[in-house]
């Protein structure tokens, strides 16, 4: 079995707030690229999260999209001048220096770049970036040509060594380029924003273990048909990288059916059946200080597979399944130390039966999903989670992104961890 820590994609609906985005404060600068109308979704998605973003652009960029559709968006005035937006003698340029928690600049020019390696500030964008002492991402854009420059890398090398962050550029196509371009294209909006948001999380999970499950297993009945379901493992991908953010070292054990790409910066166990779960799941089990079940697991195996492709000719085939184990029951007879989330998705008796797993399966908190639920979509986007715990509580959450409920899921879960 392999451990990789490969790319994510992922993008929220509904209600986006999570606690490490909600009611932080944003300074985006925009500097002169096409790339600029990217920072639109960019500011979007932040003001969604529960961000306050104050845009910040330099001349160049206003020429490619107008201060008046950030305004819009950021829900505030653009800054755009050292002076010009500001009554005389005031320090007002400098406000965001203070007020902001973290600084981003996307897309950002070599010319950029180079003012602010060289300790330049003769613009707001660069005055504010150079009095700026909390985290600072910078998201490039420009020909790659320019990106290859030795000055550029150069000065990109000295902003990494003052503990400035770089996200991108990628390669791509871009604008009135051909399409074998080269690197310089700026990363895309949701990965600028996933890492705005590790900027600012709060790391109190760091030194603990957590094993997430996640996607469905399949369970094959020749070599190339198998019995799956429909889990699209987003929930899963959604907890472990929301334990990620919170500072654990997460294992996750992933379904291949999943869908997209799986979170960066976890370790990867890749699966296709339930005992390859499982086997996954108890090598990594005793040193892990949370397991989070949210995988659905094939509650049936295929007796027999065929080694060979069935044939039509050969009439339907009659197939004989039986039991595979239950990795969470497992979990429960063999834990120390640990604690455990097991997931119910129910159609019926919804309460009843969440809380007769709670108590059978001997975990500490049940995460009951109803599938019958309108806004509830199994595959979707979004989720209305009830919490049980093991003292009692149900906790009802709201219609949430699957990031934001996981958020939701692993605070509930924090007085049932082992204490160091
Ligand atoms: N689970 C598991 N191993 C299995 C099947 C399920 O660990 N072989 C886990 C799931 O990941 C989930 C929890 O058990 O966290 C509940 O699964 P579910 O299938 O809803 O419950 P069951 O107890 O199997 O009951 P039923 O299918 O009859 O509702």
């Given at each position: 079995?392999?451990v990789?820590?490969?790319?994510?994609?992922d993008?929220?609906?509904?209600?986006t707030?999570?606690?490490?985005?909600d009611?932080?404060?944003?300074?985006?600068?925009?500097?002169?690229?096409?790339?600029?109308?990217?920072?639109?979704?960019?500011?979007?998605?932040?003001?969604?999260?529960?961000?306050?973003?104050q845009?910040v652009?330099?001349?160049?960029?206003?020429?490619?999209?107008?201060?008046?559709?950030?305004?819009?968006l950021?829900?505030?005035?653009?800054?755009?001048?050292?002076?010009?937006?500001?009554?005389?003698?005031?320090?007002?340029?400098?406000?965001?220096?203070?007020?902001?928690?973290v600084?981003?600049?996307?897309?950002?020019?070599?010319?950029?770049?180079?003012?602010?390696?060289?300790?330049?500030?003769?613009?707001?964008?660069?005055?504010?970036?150079?009095?700026?002492?909390?985290?600072?991402?910078?998201?490039?854009?420009?020909?790659p040509?320019?990106?290859k420059?030795?000055?550029?890398?150069?000065?990109?090398?000295?902003?990494?060594?003052?503990g400035v962050?770089?996200?991108?550029?990628?390669?791509?196509?871009?604008?009135?380029?051909d399409?074998?371009?080269?690197?310089?294209?700026?990363?895309?909006?949701?990965?600028?924003?996933?890492?705005?948001?590790?900027?600012?999380?709060?790391?109190?999970?760091?030194?603990?273990?957590?094993?997430?499950?996640?996607?469905?297993?399949?369970?094959?009945?020749?070599?190339?048909?198998?019995?799956?379901?429909?889990?699209?493992?987003?929930?899963?991908?959604?907890?472990?990288r929301?334990?990620?953010?919170?500072?654990?070292?997460?294992?996750?054990?992933?379904?291949?059916?999943?869908?997209?790409?799986?979170?960066e910066?976890?370790?990867?166990?890749?699966?296709?059946?339930a005992?390859?779960?499982s086997?996954?799941?108890?090598?990594?089990?005793?040193?892990?200080?949370?397991?989070?079940m949210?995988?659905a697991?094939?509650?049936?195996?295929?007796?027999?597979?065929?080694?060979?492709?069935?044939?039509?000719?050969?009439?339907?085939?009659?197939l004989?399944?039986?039991?595979?184990?239950?990795?969470?029951?497992?979990?429960?007879?063999?834990?120390?130390k640990?604690?455990?989330?097991?997931f119910?998705?129910?159609?019926e008796?919804?309460?009843?039966?969440?809380?007769?797993?709670?108590?059978?399966?001997?975990?500490?908190?049940?995460?009951?999903?109803?599938?019958?639920?309108?806004?509830?979509?199994?595959?979707g986007?979004?989720?209305?989670?009830?919490?049980?715990?093991?003292?009692?509580?149900?906790?009802?959450?709201?219609?949430?992104?699957?990031?934001?409920?996981?958020?939701?899921?692993?605070?509930?879960?924090?007085?049932?961890?082992?204490?160091?």
């Open positions: 079995m392999t990789s820590t490969p790319d994510r994609r993008s929220g609906n509904a209600e707030r999570s606690s490490s985005l009611d932080r404060n944003v300074v985006l600068t925009v500097t002169g690229s096409i790339a600029a109308y990217k920072s639109c979704h960019l500011v979007r998605d932040l003001v969604r999260a529960g961000c306050r973003v845009v652009m330099t001349e160049s960029a206003a020429e490619f999209v107008g201060p008046l559709t950030f305004a819009a950021s829900g505030r005035p653009v800054l755009t001048g050292l002076f010009s937006d500001v009554p005389p003698g005031s320090p007002v340029h400098l406000q965001p220096v203070e007020w902001g928690d600084l981003v600049t996307a897309p950002a020019t070599a010319n950029y770049i180079g003012k602010l390696a060289g300790g330049l500030a003769d613009d707001l964008a660069t005055t504010i970036a150079q009095a700026f002492d909390k985290p600072i991402l910078i998201a490039p854009a420009m020909n040509r320019m990106w420059n030795r000055a550029v890398q150069r000065n990109v090398d000295l902003l990494k060594e003052r962050n770089f996200m991108g550029p990628v390669e791509g196509a871009m604008a009135g380029m399409e074998q371009a080269g690197v310089g294209r700026m990363a895309e909006p949701h990965l600028i924003f996933d890492r705005i948001e590790e900027l600012l999380s709060d790391p109190t999970w760091r030194g603990k273990r957590v094993v997430v499950t996640s996607g469905p297993t399949r369970e094959p009945f020749d070599p190339v048909r198998f019995i799956g379901n429909r889990s699209s493992g987003r929930m899963g991908d959604a907890v472990a929301q334990a990620r953010l919170k500072g654990a070292d997460v294992i996750l054990v992933r379904g291949r059916g999943a869908a997209g790409a799986p979170p910066f976890v370790g990867l166990v890749e699966v296709e059946t005992r390859e779960m086997a996954a799941v108890k090598e990594h089990f005793d040193r892990c200080d949370l397991l989070v949210t995988a697991v094939a509650d049936w195996t295929v007796k027999k597979p065929s080694r060979s492709k069935l044939k039509k000719r050969d009439g339907a085939p009659v004989t399944l039986e039991r595979t184990e239950d990795i969470l029951a497992w979990a429960c007879r063999n834990r120390k640990q604690a455990l989330i097991g119910a998705l129910e159609t008796k919804h309460l009843e039966e969440a809380k007769r797993k709670l108590v059978d399966k001997d975990v500490d908190l049940i995460a009951l999903n109803d599938p019958t639920k309108a806004d509830s979509s199994f595959g986007d979004s989720t209305r989670l009830t919490l049980l715990t093991r003292d009692e509580k149900v906790i009802e959450l709201p219609l949430l992104t699957k990031h934001a409920a996981a958020r939701r899921l692993l605070d509930a879960v924090e007085p049932y961890l082992p204490k160091p």
